[in-house]
């Protein structure tokens, strides 16, 4: 049976809708950071969710792949959230925010190396002993490529998993995204991952911009409908992996609610349609 928990990324500007709406979504997915750094009533109208929709829990704030140490207190805070919120996992970028001294405002990627992965294994497993559920890696956008990688995404992403016991948070917008703005098949990447890795899956809309020599790029703005193309990877990952969670990600033109149902109920469809070839799938092979 495919049992796929379909909801949104929780967002306190459209908190009071969300409450009214909680018949909507099989989950929500909550921002630890915004546990943290909100004011306490945006924090109140998060912890009031607890036992009235399941919650999984994703993080903006830990920067796995800034070259010092990990915050450890800001980790517990994480971990006494997690464990709050009763989220089944825990999800943070692939990524880095910061350098020292300096918080760089974006995601950005990592040389993709064997060194690079040795370092990002060793912090992996400083999370696992931290924070008491599964941890998953979510792939991000990238506008640019470090000349010294060596691995591919899908290799990098392997291998930290393999190493720690980590899941991915397979992110299909920003496969979509990478596999049109660096020129690669978004189908290959995904057939490339470990079976059983993606835990959980994002999905999202951005929009096409233009790079500063006038070329089309897309954006990673997380304001539109989610495309057709992206549910189109949709189906496919489906008929390889069994995530727990799909959830959409909005975070502009937050008042197009219709826009954000619509989505969540077209998830809804493509799993529908994944389950009736399923089953006739296994009808043919019975037969
Ligand atoms: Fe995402």
Redesign the pocket.
């Known amino acids: 049976m495919l049992n796929h928990l379909v909801g949104m990324?929780y967002r306190s500007a459209i908190a009071e809708w969300t409450r009214a709406h909680l018949d909507q979504f099989d989950v929500l997915e909550i921002t630890v950071d915004h546990l943290i750094h909100r004011t306490s009533a945006q924090r109140a109208a998060i912890f009031d969710l607890v036992g009235r929709v399941p919650l999984t829990a994703?993080g903006v704030g830990l920067s796995i792949g800034t070259d010092v140490p990990l915050d450890l207190a800001y980790l517990d805070q994480v971990a006494a959230i997690v464990e709050f919120l009763k989220a089944p996992a825990y999800s943070e970028?692939l990524a880095f925010t910061r350098v020292p001294g300096r918080d760089l405002g974006n995601l950005l990627p990592l040389p993709k190396t064997e060194e690079v992965a040795e370092q990002i294994i060793g912090k992996v497993r400083t999370v696992q002993a931290r924070v008491g559920v599964p941890f998953l890696l979510?792939?991000?956008t990238y506008m640019f490529e470090w000349p010294d990688s060596k691995l591919s995404d899908a290799e990098f992403l392997n291998l930290i998993c393999r190493e720690t016991g980590a899941g991915l948070?397979l992110?299909l917008?920003?496969v979509y995204l990478n596999s049109q703005n660096h020129g690669f098949d978004p189908y290959e990447f995904i057939d490339a991952l470990a079976p059983g890795l993606v835990r959980e899956i994002?999905m999202?809309g951005g929009i096409t911009v233009r790079d500063p020599a006038g070329r089309p790029v897309l954006a990673?703005t997380?304001s539109h409908p989610v495309q057709a193309a992206v549910l189109d990877l949709l189906d496919h990952t489906l008929t390889r992996e069994r995530p727990a969670t799909i959830?959409v990600?909005r975070d502009d033109r937050l008042d197009a609610i219709d826009e954000i149902l619509d989505d969540v109920e077209r998830i809804r469809e493509r799993i529908a349609l994944q389950g009736r070839t399923h089953g006739r799938a296994a009808l043919g092979s019975a037969a």
Do not use: Q
Request: hydrophobic share 25%; net charge negative.
């Open positions: 990324g994703h970028h979510e792939n991000i948070l992110d917008e920003n994002h999202a990673d997380h959830i990600e």
